[in-house]
């Protein structure tokens, strides 16, 4: 077995992989950017080293320098995690002709399984189930349109070749929109896969997104740990899964685990693995192949009771895997509520900032995994996940019960997140009788009504406005009382002395974050939450908007982001153009509100 293992990654699946190792009796690595000096993942490992600058290509994505602190350190084996380099086939090769164990599947799965294209042709060979439509790529527009007239029929999803996980897809009802599609499509690739290739599927209506665990050993050994819903997703982002997934039973089961394996073996899988697939009217359907461990691999753990790293690692050190597929059982239902840092009253836009006090829930089947702490700070460099909820009971209704009591013992101070979305969702009938909750996510004033207690927007020329919650005794008996005005309102200070030992420490003074000053720049001026690219302008100059109509998307860490007016009124400035970075801070636009 390693001696030192280092963890490419940051944030909770850095520190997810430093316990396992820790459990396992091997040294951990810990490697870090220059914002990410006081991250909870460098101090939780056993040594750590400098990448280099603040962004992800001059950091966690340096193959090099990787490479060389684990000559270095002598570490043995890089475990990637997910994002950054996890899937980048280079970098396997890179650490094989190094003399360093990759912890994942060989180069050459990683690059069958990267272009879904030959990824279909090798499922289809190997007689997996995949959506119909093209195995090859297809040129141009009347391409698409001969084979779709004569295999296919409408509507269909256009996807780009080097895609994934929803990058790069249109959907197509008829032939009247089947030019913008493809070009969209087209263009996606381009974009974030320099790959303008795109391929045709059938469009599948209302499918669910049910996913297979798959573990691979060298010895030939491959097993299923079941599977995950993950329906409910934003933009192609998951943002709630579950173990098992409602619509599957024992049968299903066995028949979607088989084609996992199947499809595992196909291309010589080692490692923990998913196989991601569409669930239609009892039929399941390939959709791509994740070469790597995934967030949502938790609510797999709680069910099976299995350390999915763990087999990861065994696995990459040439060990069997520790179970068999008769091993394998399911108890009880997971779910995970992952925790962004985003507003989703406000079309889910980045909300990265300080955090002042925070604190975890805890008790029976409740599971952290995050990758902050009190006085942290959430950059807009990196991904806005900051922690994944996990919770476990018997049954799923009892899960989400859990769950939803688990979120509100969730405390974080300062910082907006997921949190009261998820418990909104969480209580719907919806979600109770177990549906994709997909036009709950599409509904604005369902989102709108999750809208933070924000104090009212101070006039022009006003002082900021703070709300602050203090804690007084009257006769005994304890109230919370929220004071909404300027900061150290005397009425306030009087009643208990604010910030002088409140009642309830911590919650006496307002936090970092938590104050809300009169809108930098003024109150008509719209800036960038995050620093980007501006990938569309959606106004002009001059233009009416309406409070929360989109105005742009700026491109950050292969995410988009949507910017919605912050009030309704007209455009009198305009000071973004596509194409072009943006700083976090920097004006979007000045909206002026209409003469009443
Ligand atoms: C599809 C689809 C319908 N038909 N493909 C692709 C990436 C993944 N994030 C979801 N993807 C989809 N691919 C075909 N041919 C619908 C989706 C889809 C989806 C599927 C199940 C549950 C939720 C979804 C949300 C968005 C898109």
Redesign the pocket.
């Known amino acids: 077995m390693f001696k030192k293992v280092l963890v490419a990654n940051r944030g909770e699946i850095a520190i997810r992989v430093f316990r396992t190792l820790e459990e396992m009796g091997i040294a951990s690595v810990a490697v870090y950017s220059e914002l990410d000096r006081d991250a909870l993942h460098v101090q939780r490992a056993d040594e750590a080293y400098l990448l280099g600058g603040p962004t992800a290509a001059e950091s966690y994505l340096k193959i090099d320098k990787i490479i060389e602190v684990c000559k270095e350190s002598g570490a043995e084996a890089v475990h990637p995690g997910y994002g950054f380099l996890a899937e980048n086939a280079d970098f396997a090769r890179a650490c094989d002709e190094a003399g360093i164990v990759f912890i994942g599947p060989p180069a050459s799965a990683i690059d069958a399984m990267g272009s879904k294209t030959r990824a279909r042709e090798l499922m289809k060979a190997a007689g997996v189930p995949i959506?119909p439509?093209t195995t090859e790529v297809i040129e141009d527009v009347d391409a698409a349109r001969k084979v779709i007239d004569k295999e296919i029929g409408y509507p269909v999803?256009i996807?780009a070749s080097g895609g994934?996980?929803?990058k790069g897809?249109r959907?197509a009802l008829e032939e009247s929109e089947l030019e913008k599609a493809f070009e969209g499509a087209s263009r996606e690739g381009e974009k974030f896969f320099s790959d303008p290739r795109v391929y045709i599927?059938?469009?599948?209506?209302d499918?669910?997104?049910v996913e297979v665990q798959i573990l691979a050993d060298r010895h030939g050994n491959v097993i299923h740990l079941g599977e995950r819903d993950?329906?409910?997703?934003r933009r192609?982002q998951?943002v709630i899964e579950e173990a098992p997934a409602p619509a599957v039973d024992e049968e299903m089961r066995a028949r979607i685990g088989k084609i996992g394996v199947e499809a595992a073996k196909a291309v010589d899988y080692v490692g923990a693995g998913t196989i991601?697939g569409?669930l239609q009217d009892g039929e399941y359907f390939f959709?791509?192949m994740n070469t790597r461990v995934q967030v949502e691999h938790c609510v797999t753990e709680m069910v099976t009771g299995i350390d999915i790293v763990r087999e990861g690692i065994l696995a990459a050190a040439g060990e069997p895997l520790s179970y068999k597929q008769e091993d394998v059982e399911l108890r009880g239902h997971a779910i995970e509520c992952r925790i962004n840092a985003e507003d989703a009253s406000k079309n889910f836009a980045p909300a990265p900032g300080g955090i002042g006090n925070y604190k975890e829930p805890a008790g029976p089947g409740v599971r952290v995994d995050s990758g902050v702490g009190p006085g942290g700070e959430v950059t807009p460099m990196y991904d806005p996940m900051v922690a994944k909820l996990i919770c476990w009971d018997v049954d799923r209704e009892k899960a989400t019960r859990r769950a939803i009591r688990a979120l509100h013992e969730y405390e974080i101070e300062g910082l907006k997140t997921l949190i009261p979305f998820h418990i909104a969702l969480l209580d719907t009938e919806q979600w109770a009788n177990g549906e994709?909750c997909?036009d709950l996510l599409e509904d604005k004033s369902w989102l709108k009504t999750l809208a933070f207690d924000a104090p009212p927007k101070p006039a022009e020329g006003e002082d900021e406005t703070v709300e602050q919650t203090y804690t007084v005794e009257v006769s005994g008996r304890r109230f919370d009382v929220k004071v909404i005005g300027p900061p150290f309102a005397g009425g306030a200070v009087a009643m208990n002395g604010a910030g002088a030992g409140g009642t309830v420490p911590g919650r006496a003074a307002p936090k970092r974050g938590e104050r809300k000053a009169s809108a930098g720049g003024g109150a008509d001026e719209l800036v960038s939450p995050l620093q980007g690219n501006m990938w569309k302008v959606l106004v002009e100059q001059g233009q009416t908007v309406e409070e929360g109509q989109l105005i742009c998307i700026i491109e950050a860490m292969k995410m988009e982001n949507e910017i919605t007016a912050h009030k309704a009124g007209v455009i009198e400035t305009l000071s973004i153009k596509e194409g072009e970075p943006i700083q976090s801070g920097a004006p979007i636009a000045v909206i002026k509100a209409p003469a009443e």
């Open positions: 959506v439509g999803a996807k994934g996980g929803g897809f959907v599927e059938r469009y599948l209506p499918p669910r997104h993950c329906s409910v997703q192609h998951k991601e569409l959709l791509e994709t997909r």
